[in-house]
Each structure stands twice: as C-alpha cells, then as structure tokens.
C-alpha cells in the first residue's frame, strides 16, 4: 500500500519560504506510470491544485503561484518538496501531497495534510 | 482556466437518494473524478473516469457524465455518508490542467 506523509513546519512568516516534504513509501517515486502532485486547502475551502513533478524532473505549476513556487523531487529519498516563497496570510491552508496516474490524472493516493499558518 | 461549478449543500434523509452535480463547459468531453472528503481528513477517490467506482467503495456510489453536468449519485444514503464532495476534471489543454469544484456538502437529515 502506497502512503504519503508530508512533513515541514506548521509556522511561516510572512515574506519567508514556505517549504513542505512528501516521504512516499510503498511504492517508488522513479515510476514513470505517476506523478507527484501538491493540493492545498484554505480553511473552509475547496480544493486547490498547486502543481506536480514527474520522475525526470518535469513539472507543471499553476500559473497563479508559478512566480513564486518550486517543486523538486529526490528518488534516492523516495521523496518530494515544494517550496513558495513571499508567502502571505493568503497561503494559510492544509497543504496535501497526492499521487495521480498519467494519463488517468485522478489522485488515488493522498498524505494526511499538513497545516501551514502563516503569521508574523 | 476551466471552472467546475458545484451547489454548497445538499441535504437528503437517510435511505434516500443523493444527486450531487457538477457543471462544466462541454464536461460530458472530460473524464470527471469524484472525492469524498470527512472533515479533518484527505479526500478519497470515491468514482474515477466518470462512472468507475475504486475497489472498497459501495455500489451504493455511482457517476454520469453527459452535456454540461457530472452527476455523482448516492442511492439508500447512510450518516457515515455526511461529508464534502468534490468533481475534479484534468484539462490538459489549459495551463491549468488541475481543476476542481468548490466542494458540495452532503448533509444527512
């Protein structure tokens, strides 16, 4: 069974660097069959895809974060991050790592959520 | 970008049927996938590619996709089954492939 465990810190101040870890295991993040995506969640809203990384290092980013937002993967760690920086109350949310299949594009699997609260 | 439209709540009695519907442009085009999401808790894939349900999901969850509407059904709904629910389509020839709707709330009276 896949499992997604994102990691990072739950504080951010405003103007700093947002910088979250998904550990993947059960599964490697070398296949080429999936990507690795990051969603996040305001409080009391809906979903929001930030973007994702395919093994190879190719990567798609929502263009309303793109200026501001890097994803990286490590496969000898099994793992991914993201970072977004000049963060801003406005990036307060749940942030999620998932996994969706290429070509299906549904997430299948999905880390338990990772509160960021960002404040001075 | 894509916008996927979805009602705030839906309520139902226990053992009836649910109909959450999501609205898109020519959606009926796009494979629609469906969430359930507990509070406190990551979403769950509960029918993928329209109509398909994962393994460990009841029968009692089912899709359709035609037109302008998707429309997640749940038949005999149960308490356990109070939660969000989200469509998400990819639309992968936008620079916003990622979309989903804002989220439905299943309320079981």
């Known amino acids: 069974q896949v499992r997604l465990q994102e990691s990072g810190p739950g504080l951010v101040k405003p103007s700093q660097t947002l910088s979250l870890t998904c550990a993947v295991s059960g599964g490697s993040i070398s296949s080429g069959d999936f990507s690795w995506t990051w969603i996040r969640q305001a409080p009391g809203k809906g979903l929001e895809w930030i973007g994702y990384?395919?093994?190879?290092?190719?990567?798609y980013y929502n263009p309303s974060l793109k200026s501001r937002l890097t994803i990286s993967i490590d496969t000898p760690r099994n793992q991914f991050s993201l970072n977004l920086s000049s963060v801003t109350a406005a990036d307060t949310a749940v942030y999620f790592c998932a996994r969706a299949l290429v070509g299906q594009w549904y997430f299948d699997f999905w880390g338990r959520g990772a509160l960021v609260t960002v404040s001075s | 970008s894509y916008v996927l439209t979805q009602a705030p709540s839906v309520s139902v009695a226990p053992g009836q049927t649910a109909r959450i519907t999501c609205g898109g442009n020519n959606i009926g085009t796009k494979s629609v996938h469906w969430y359930q999401q507990r509070p406190g808790q990551a979403p769950v894939v509960v029918v993928r590619?329209?109509?398909d349900r994962p393994s460990g999901i009841p029968e009692r969850f089912s899709g359709s996709n035609s037109g302008n509407t998707a429309t997640l059904t749940i038949s005999g709904v149960e308490a356990g089954d109070e939660a969000e629910y989200f469509c998400q389509v990819w639309d992968s020839s936008s620079d916003h492939p990622g979309v989903f709707g804002g989220g439905t709330k299943l309320i079981v009276l």
């Open positions: 590619d329209d109509t």
């Open positions: 990384i395919y093994y190879g290092g190719v990567t």
